[in-house]
């Protein structure tokens, strides 16, 4: 049987001619060679002051955290829908997550719910940018710069994405990517840290390398901070891949419409749209379906799996993981009303518009 995969690279010659040239060539003096062209040709195609490739966006956002100062006491709030990666550096730093609702169109996080999380102890605001959709962040960066709270922008399923504002990742102080094997850009593993600041850029570079200045030699180390580094090889790959990304995005782009076209008759259903001027690079096209339909989003897995098909439910609402029991159950109404009733259909860069047809046929079955 055919298998049709949820997530995966388009890895091409030029990917490959760059990793054999890193592994042959990127040592000695050309040691950091890759990780450095890799960075500024990152940050240039954002258009920000500094980028700094790291070996995860996990990492990436401890290191935003620490670099914004979070520490015990302190509160940071993140939305209910997201990736556990979102969360779980604010425990790392010993400060604790709060849970926002998210809004019920673009499942991302509700700048009201934001606003009544809102407490002494609120540092800062994890944004995250959902399956490549985006929040409102006009309301979100006035309601956090009115309160003087830090914005970090979680971009690691969005590179590509847009709002008026600006490009996925560039909206907060600081923002964040991943190159884990799923997402649109792939280095295997991997993620990148990005800021305007400089201050910022600096603590960053200290704290990813053992509480030292970059360049330093005679081990004189300062803190007891981190080592958090993405090697040659990797960086080669993103280099290949970061030279093609229009390219990558057009392709998720029509995966999306083609699913679009193809499910437009499908009853009780919606996808996950671009909505209020943004531009979604789509990592994932999500199908999401009224709730009094009752069909629970593992059921749905399960009888797409028999048919070959890969997918991933929505993600469910973090208060409601076994991970965080000890936190307060917020009434995250929309999260949790939504949360079970949603998949991520197969958006992997390797399917054709006639994988996308069979696809879509085998979901007509369960939602004809
Ligand atoms: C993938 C992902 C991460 C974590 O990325 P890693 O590189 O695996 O650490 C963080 N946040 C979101 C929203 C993600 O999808």
Not at 117 to 125: L, R
Not at 226 to 251: C, F, H, P, T, W
Not at 345 to 352: D, K, N, Q, R, V
């Amino acid at each position: 049987m055919k298998r049709y995969p949820l997530a995966g690279p388009s890895i091409t010659d030029a990917e490959i001619a760059l990793v054999t040239e890193a592994a042959s060539d990127g040592w000695y003096e050309n040691a950091g060679k890759y990780q450095k062209i890799f960075e500024d040709e990152f940050a240039e195609y954002l258009g920000v002051n500094f980028a700094i490739a790291l070996p995860s966006c996990t990492a990436a956002i401890h290191l935003a955290l620490l670099a914004l100062g979070v520490g015990p006491g302190d509160e940071v709030i993140v939305p209910e829908l997201t990736w556990i990666a979102t969360a779980a550096p604010i425990n790392y730093v010993g400060a604790a997550p709060v849970f926002a609702d998210v809004d019920r169109e673009s499942l991302c996080i509700s700048v009201e719910s934001v606003k009544s999380c809102i407490s002494s102890k609120t540092k800062a605001v994890i944004a995250v940018d959902l399956y490549g959709n985006m929040p409102n962040y006009e309301r979100l960066n006035a309601l956090c710069k009115s309160c003087n709270i830090s914005l970090i922008e979680d971009a690691a399923e969005a590179i590509g994405s847009a709002v008026p504002l600006g490009k996925a990742g560039t909206i907060g102080q600081i923002g964040v990517f991943s190159f884990h094997g799923s997402k649109t850009l792939t280095t295997g593993e991997g993620g990148m840290l990005v800021t305007d600041s400089s201050e910022f850029a600096a603590r960053v570079r200290f704290l990813c390398d053992h509480g030292r200045s970059p360049g330093d030699t005679s081990f004189q180390n300062e803190e007891v901070a981190y080592k958090y580094k993405m090697s040659n090889v990797q960086a080669a790959m993103g280099i290949g891949q970061l030279r093609r990304i229009d390219q990558l995005v057009e392709k998720k782009r029509e995966i999306f419409s083609n699913y679009k076209q193809f499910l437009s008759i499908c009853s009780g259903t919606r996808l996950l749209e671009e909505t209020g001027g943004v531009y979604s690079s789509y990592w994932m096209t999500t199908l999401l379906w009224e709730e009094h339909s009752r069909t629970n989003k593992f059921e749905v897995i399960k009888q797409l799996a028999e048919k070959g098909i890969d997918s991933r439910p929505i993600f469910s609402p973090l208060s409601s993981l076994q991970a965080y029991a000890d936190v307060e159950k917020p009434d995250n109404q929309t999260s949790y009303s939504v949360g079970p009733y949603g998949v991520n259909l197969p958006s992997a860069l390797c399917l054709s518009r006639s994988d996308i047809k069979f696809i879509s046929d085998k979901v007509l079955e369960i939602f004809p």
